[in-house]
């Protein structure tokens, strides 16, 4: 079993029963599951289409991502018939018209969506894996050149898929959405119209993890290879109102926590904890320089999402037409992927997602007392809205430490500990007796 990275206390004097943090057989069972070659068969069908480029055909029966899209819809389909009727499939589409930017003529915009229904209906939380169909050549307008996207973005695709494969056993009280995007390369088009759906319909979507290139190790201009760390992008300061935060944030120091930056360290804490031999590293931006990714439409929105991604980047093979130069081979080709690589960043994925819809909700209004000068810091919190709790974690961390580094555990709704909290970040999840951690939560003064 991979080594906690934090130090979880028990005072008997304080706490009330002993919890110890150790993998959930279940989650281990289906991270377990996860196969290199059915990754690797996922990323073939993909490369088969020709080009998924979102202005290509939607009518041909073979090529283009019209038919991609169905193969997709017809994954999740097979793969319904695990979920008891919980899972219904569907195309979310419309027709766009040319915006003068990268779409030039009507388009017919589709995204593959599988919804996992949770088992308890009183539970409303959606939790999202997603990752964009689409797949470009050097010429973003290029919608009739073999563009095969085998890592840009067929791993992301083939990690949806994937955890559908292995989650539809599942029988977890929250919902899970596996969505493959379209109109990621046209400006984040899919992304930005099922973000604007889930708002409108107010969905209660607690987290998104989009993955978006996960499948490559190596670099193109100095050859460092690395299997071993993935990438998550998050934003500190919310970008959906954060004129109506910012003094909120300001007063209690809070411009690195986030909703998304703590999914990025939930993600760390239970991917680490499943997946041998990875690292992921935290990255403190919501996306990288001169790109993007579907996970900006989301956040826009006000909901928590986050990038995943491959450590390094190999130019040479993102956004390139298909070709040789001076010997060296051009173009997202399948050959210039570590599929044992992209299967331990599926896994994380995995992970994270039955974690969190295995989960209770959150600890409801979470209160840390300020009234007195004092060198012990107390919190007060109320029972989750839906699931089983054996109990609550209290997590501490120094203020410059980018991740949690203490957890405390109690049956009780309240904790005084001899902590200042002058000197600590503090926050609440709730745990169930499977040892499933709800999402964190900052406790705001009284």
Do not use: C
Not at 166 to 176: M, V
Not at 264 to 281: F, S
Not at 420 to 440: C, H, M, P, R, T
Request: aromatic share 10%; hydrophobic share 35%.
């Amino acid at each position: 079993m991979k080594k906690i990275i934090f130090s979880l206390f028990l005072i008997p004097s304080i706490f009330s029963a002993q919890q110890t943090v150790s993998r959930d057989t279940e989650i281990a069972n289906y991270v377990s599951q996860v196969s290199a070659d059915s990754l690797k068969s996922h990323i073939n069908k993909l490369v088969s289409f020709g080009t998924r480029h979102t202005m290509s055909s939607t009518t041909d029966a073979k090529k283009g991502i019209g038919a991609a899209r169905n193969w997709v819809l017809s994954k999740f389909r097979n793969y319904a018939k695990n979920a008891d009727g919980r899972m219904e499939v569907f195309l979310q589409n419309q027709t766009i018209q040319p915006d003068g930017k990268r779409i030039n003529q009507p388009t017919d915009l589709g995204n593959a969506i599988a919804i996992l229904r949770g088992t308890d209906p009183n539970d409303k939380r959606i939790f999202m894996i997603g990752g964009h169909l689409d797949s470009r050549v050097s010429d973003v307008m290029n919608a009739k050149d073999f563009a095969p996207g085998a890592n840009d973005d067929g791993s992301g695709v083939g990690a949806v898929i994937e955890s559908a494969r292995i989650l539809s056993q599942s029988k977890f009280p929250a919902t899970i959405v596996f969505v493959a995007f379209s109109g990621e390369e046209q400006g984040l088009l899919g992304a930005k119209m099922l973000a604007e759906k889930a708002k409108n319909e107010n969905w209660q979507l607690e987290a998104l993890l989009n993955n978006d290139m996960i499948g490559n190790n190596l670099t193109s201009e100095t050859n460092l290879i690395n299997a071993n760390q993935l990438r998550v992008f998050s934003e500190g300061l919310p970008q959906f109102d954060l004129d109506k935060k910012a003094q909120g944030i300001r007063n209690l120091g809070l411009e690195n926590d986030g909703e998304a930056r703590q999914l990025a360290r939930y993600i760390k804490e239970i991917g680490e904890r499943y997946v041998d031999n990875l690292e992921v590293k935290l990255i403190y931006r919501n996306d990288r320089f001169l790109r993007g990714g579907d996970h900006t439409s989301f956040v826009n929105q006000g909901f928590s999402a986050v990038r995943l991604t491959e450590f390094n980047e190999n130019y040479d093979h993102q956004h390139q037409d298909i070709r040789k130069e001076n010997g060296k081979q051009f173009g997202d080709l399948p050959e210039f992927m570590d599929f044992e690589y992209f299967k331990k960043n599926v896994g994380v994925n995995v992970s994270v997602l039955a974690n969190l819809a295995k989960s209770p909700s959150k600890p409801e209004n979470v209160k840390m007392d300020v009234k007195e000068l004092t060198n012990f810091t107390t919190i007060h919190w109320e029972k989750p809205k839906n699931g089983e709790v054996l109990g609550y974690y209290v997590l501490m961390r120094e203020t410059d430490s980018s991740t949690w580094q203490k957890k405390f555990f109690t049956k009780e709704n309240s904790i005084k500990l001899p902590y200042s909290k002058d000197n600590y970040f503090f926050a609440v999840q709730a745990v169930n007796s499977s040892g499933n951690e709800s999402l964190i939560v900052i406790p705001s003064v009284r």
